[in-house]
């Protein structure tokens, strides 16, 4: 087989077969076809596309490529969940403990925050002490055990999805939906789970913008899923503003607390208890999503979820007084109010730039080498709706660096729209896919 004739094919509009994508992949990973190459292959993908078998094919090789989880030693049916990225997105943090508590195996492996977005891994790493590279014994062992561990995923899970996503980065080849559903379900079948749920974000704060291509990038990983043989259903959902009312490392954990205490923000626990009641009803754990809701309701009611939370930190090394206090978690000193400008309803924010601020005062990374603020953020007052009046505080910055706090500010005024009229409401939740 050769590389080009491969290119040319997939130029004229032809699908690959199986076996020439599992040629390409595992010679791409062996450093055998060069990335021009397949930067060529990438581009001819993005103008031709690829059919439901050709991009459950590339699921696969890039699956093959590297390790794969084996959770057999895990009783019970392990669910998963993966959100596609947002800004104060910390699910995570509250449905992971929270599902576990009602005795749902929850063997998860996450990533760091890059550009705009969070990282769950980076938010845990806010308790002092708790670790996030387990070996495969002690994650195992955990999951029997109290029903939780959250690792950071390693470099050995499909390794030929990190360099083809490093490639596709560098050549405007992100956004095309096989491509994206193959890079994110390689990864979700690596994790070895039975059951995974979709949070799809849609909106201004997430890479797809529009909700018709995030629908169809969710019914696609639905697909590759089911017939991976996996337990699957998806949630589109809104980033068009922040999920909730921090964004930052501390921040975030701080306000994840408080959700599983019952006080978490509407938006919030919305997207937390339909994520919830498909992890419950796929794993069998509920019969329907009433009965599934019901009883997360009752996890965070009688703090059984909190505790949850706090043994996992304690298991991982992390000091569980943390999360019954957490005003010992660190938060930067410097404060600062970013007040409105105009009279009249908050109508849209700028979802991007706001992560993009928190990036520059130091909670995010510009690369992945960079090294992150844990302790900075901001807090928000008034969102899309709020009716304001001018002067009223609409955010806190928290800060350590004066100059990094002005840049941070500005960005987040210009972020902020006004109209006179209230807005039309919209839903959290934008679409379910469970067929
Ligand atoms: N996240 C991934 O892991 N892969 C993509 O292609 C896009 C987002």
Redesign the pocket.
Same mark, same amino acid.
């Given at each position: 087989m050769r590389m080009y004739d491969l290119i040319e094919k997939k130029k004229n509009g032809n699908p690959l077969s199986t076996e020439e994508i599992r040629w390409m992949i595992d010679g791409y990973t062996r450093e055998a076809i060069p990335d021009y190459q397949m930067a060529a292959m990438l581009m001819a993908v993005c103008f031709c596309g690829m059919n439901a078998r050709e991009t459950y094919d590339l699921t696969l090789s890039m699956r093959d490529s590297g390790e794969i989880m084996d959770l057999s030693n895990i009783d019970g049916v392990k669910v998963d969940k993966h959100s596609?990225?947002g800004v104060g997105d910390k699910t995570t943090l509250i449905l992971a403990p929270l599902v576990a508590s009602l005795g749902v195996p929850v063997a998860k492996m996450s990533g760091r925050g890059l550009g705009h977005t969070g990282g769950t891994i980076d938010k845990l790493e806010c308790f002092p002490g708790f670790r996030t590279e387990l070996s495969m014994e002690e994650f195992s062992r955990n999951v029997n055990r109290i029903k939780i561990a959250i690792a950071g995923q390693t470099a050995a899970l499909a390794p030929a999805?990190k360099k083809l996503?490093a490639l596709?980065d560098v050549t405007a080849t992100?956004s095309q939906i096989s491509? @994206?559903a193959s890079? @994110?379900m390689s990864?979700k079948l690596a994790c070895g789970s039975d059951a995974v749920v979709l949070d799809v974000k849609t909106g201004n704060g997430a890479?797809m913008k529009q909700e018709a291509k995030a629908v169809l990038l969710a019914k696609e990983m639905v697909k590759i899923g089911r017939t991976a043989g996996k337990k699957m259903a998806a949630i589109v959902t809104d980033m068009s503003q922040p999920l909730g009312n921090m964004v930052g490392n501390s921040l975030e954990v701080i306000e994840a607390i408080e959700a599983l205490k019952g006080n978490g923000p509407k938006d919030l626990m919305d997207d937390v208890y339909a994520l919830g009641q498909y992890m419950l009803t796929l794993s069998g754990y509920a019969a329907n999503t009433d009965e599934a809701k019901e009883k997360l309701k009752n996890a965070i009611g009688t703090g059984k979820a909190l505790d949850k939370l706090a043994e996992l930190v304690e298991a991982q090394g992390g000091d569980r007084a943390f999360v019954y206090d957490p005003s010992k978690l660190a938060v930067a000193k410097k404060k600062l109010a970013v007040t409105a400008k105009e009279n009249g309803y908050i109508s849209g924010m700028d979802t991007q730039d706001i992560g993009t601020a928190c990036m520059i005062l130091g909670g995010g990374r510009e690369t992945k080498q960079s090294v992150i603020d844990l302790s900075v953020g901001i807090e928000f007052k008034k969102k899309t709706n709020s009716p304001v009046r001018r002067g009223d505080t609409l955010a806190y910055l928290y800060f350590n660096d004066e100059k990094k706090g002005a840049q941070a500010k500005a960005i987040i005024e210009q972020a902020y729209h006004y109209s006179a009229d209230m807005p039309e409401k919209t839903n959290t939740i934008r679409a379910v896919i469970t067929e």
């Open positions: 596609t990225g999805d996503y596709r992100v491509l @994206i890079s @994110i990864k890479f």
